[in-house]
């Protein structure tokens, strides 16, 4: 639901990911997640100084570090139409697994791996039914 001081299309918290090379990082979201880059702005030496991604229905933001915002390493919880299938794409684009893809006593199939840049993605699936967990 939209608001006056929230872009159209952006939820109220947009999670920002720093990296040593957010080229190679945009790459990636687009392999695993089918991410849509919406802009990407570069200075002078053509380092990324913001780009938004649209993954799903959520947009992320993205750019490279640098002396004043080092890389960071974070943790995202991502629904996905096929979590078995997008975490397979995940491990042959370079990710570590954290764990494989499993049903979940609330709700959801999920997988973990870890990305290149140190970033933990917890993929998953809902699973509708009564019965599957909290989301019920």
């Known amino acids: 639901m939209g608001n006056e001081w929230t872009p159209a ?3 109220s918290v947009v999670p920002t990911l720093r990296a040593d090379n957010a080229s190679r ?4 979201l687009q392999a695993v997640f089918d991410a849509e880059v919406l802009h990407c702005a570069t200075d002078n030496t053509g380092k990324i100084t913001h ?3 649209l993954i ?3 947009i992320i ?6 002396e004043a915002w080092p890389a960071n390493e974070t943790s ?3 629904f996905v139409q096929n979590a078995d299938e997008c ?3 995940a491990l042959e684009a370079g990710a570590v697994s954290l764990y494989e893809p499993a049903d979940m006593p609330y709700g959801e199939r999920c997988g973990g791996i870890q990305d290149p840049f140190g970033n933990s993605w917890f993929i ?4 509708r039914g009564e019965g599957k967990g909290y989301y019920d």
């Open 87 to 89: 975490y397979r794409r």
């Open 9 to 11: 299309r952006y939820s």
């Open 25 to 28: 990082l945009l790459d990636f």
């Open 124 to 127: 998953a699936t809902f699973q």
């Open 56 to 58: 799903g229905h959520g």
């Open 76 to 78: 995202l919880h991502v």
């Open 61 to 66: 933001e993205v750019s490279d570090a640098n």
């Open 51 to 53: 780009a938004e991604v």
